[in-house]
């Protein structure tokens, strides 16, 4: 995700960049947008389904008005993050990512990469699935590589040197993610 700040509802700058370290899902819409908030009753089956994977939902809001974006949110009762940005005119977050109407839905891996854009529904779910897939694909690849590594160093290292190796490169996300399963 970008390093774009917006704000939450209590009016506190939220850095999408934080967001960072699992895939998310990001929802533009606005309350004014009748195809938005239809949009969003699929992201809610969605997020009902990925709610316990290690994806994040966050929507953000194009409105103008805080309070009329406040008032929709409660309507929706969206159960993810949502955020404000600058209106439709004002957003920098818009122009930077090329966002030319909305709804807009904007996948991101993990390192804050754009996976997909403009994604609704099927695709955005067979998108997420790819996703997640990969990432436990590299996760496996990685535990492999962990346990053939400890196998020989515990022939050819002592403990000290395989602590101090453990301990630099669980720096790297996914040796990292992978140590905490393995």
């Given at each position: 995700c970008?390093?774009?700040s917006?704000t ?8 999408l ?11 533009f ?8 908030r239809?949009?969003m ?12 994977e ?20 409660e309507e929706e009762?969206i159960?993810?993050i949502?955020l404000?940005d ?11 990512l ?17 996976v ?6 099927n ?9 997640l897939?990969m990432r436990?694909?590299a ?9 053939s ?13 395989r ?6 490169n669980l720096?790297?996300?996914?040796v990292?993610?992978a140590y905490?399963?393995?």
């Amino acid at each position: 995700c970008p390093n774009v700040s917006v704000t939450n509802r209590e009016g506190d700058s939220v850095s999408l960049s934080s967001l960072r370290g699992k895939p998310v899902v990001v929802d533009f819409w606005a309350s004014w947008c009748g195809p938005c908030r239809q949009e969003m009753q699929s992201l809610k089956e969605l997020y009902k389904e990925f709610q316990n994977e290690d994806v994040q939902f966050v929507s953000i809001s194009l409105d103008d008005d805080k309070k009329k974006w406040i008032e929709a949110c409660e309507e929706e009762q969206i159960p993810w993050i949502s955020l404000l940005d600058k209106g439709w005119m004002d957003s920098e977050l818009r122009q930077l990512l090329g966002i030319e109407s909305i709804p807009c839905i904007i996948l991101f891996d993990a390192q804050g990469n754009i996976v997909a854009k403009n994604v609704r529904r099927n695709i955005l779910r067979e998108k997420l699935v790819k996703l997640l897939d990969m990432r436990l694909q590299a996760t496996e690849q990685t535990i492999a590589l962990l346990n053939s590594f400890f196998e020989y160093t515990q022939e050819n290292w002592d403990l000290t040197e395989r602590a101090t190796w453990v301990l630099y490169n669980l720096k790297n996300e996914s040796v990292r993610e992978a140590y905490v399963l393995w």
